[in-house]
Nanobody, 121 residues
Framework: QVQLVESGGGLVQAGGSLRLSCAASGRTFSTYAMGWFRQAPGKERDFVAA????????DYTDSVKGRFTISRDNAKNTVYLQMNTLKPEDTAVYYCAARPWSIARANYVYWGQGTQVTVSS
């Protein structure tokens, strides 16, 4: 069982930056691939980024490549999403998720409650 708690969301102007954090419980954090997803009002939840269990592999959806960076610190049981050059279309609730071992864009097992990110124009 893994429990995930996101933090770091907020209101920022277009062009600004935010760093999201996701703290995980449990001693097996380093065996999970981690992902970030987002859901805008009236839309489905979409994949944003993922990172492999040891941080060696990452994956991003095209719309955030070059602007967002996912990273993890297994000693702190935490995964991060650094978001730069934010755009109003990045406005959404951002969710952290975990799945055993292999990196992927779907089939995540554990989910956090989400943190709101609002980008004003």
């Amino acid at each position: 069982q893994v429990q995930l708690v996101e933090s770091g969301g907020g209101l920022v102007q277009a062009g600004g930056s935010l760093r999201l954090s996701c703290a995980a419980s449990g001693r097996t954090f380093s065996t999970y691939a981690m992902g970030w997803f987002r859901q805008a009002p009236g839309k489905e939840r979409d994949f944003v980024a993922a990172i492999g269990w040891n941080g060696g592999v990452t994956d991003y959806t095209d719309s955030v490549k070059g602007r967002f960076t996912i990273s993890r610190d297994n000693a702190k049981n935490t995964v991060y999403l650094q978001m730069n050059t934010l755009k109003p279309e990045d406005t959404a609730v951002y969710y952290c998720a975990a799945r055993p071992w292999s990196i992927a864009r779907a089939n995540y097992v554990y989910w956090g409650q989400g943190t709101q990110v609002t980008v004003s124009s």
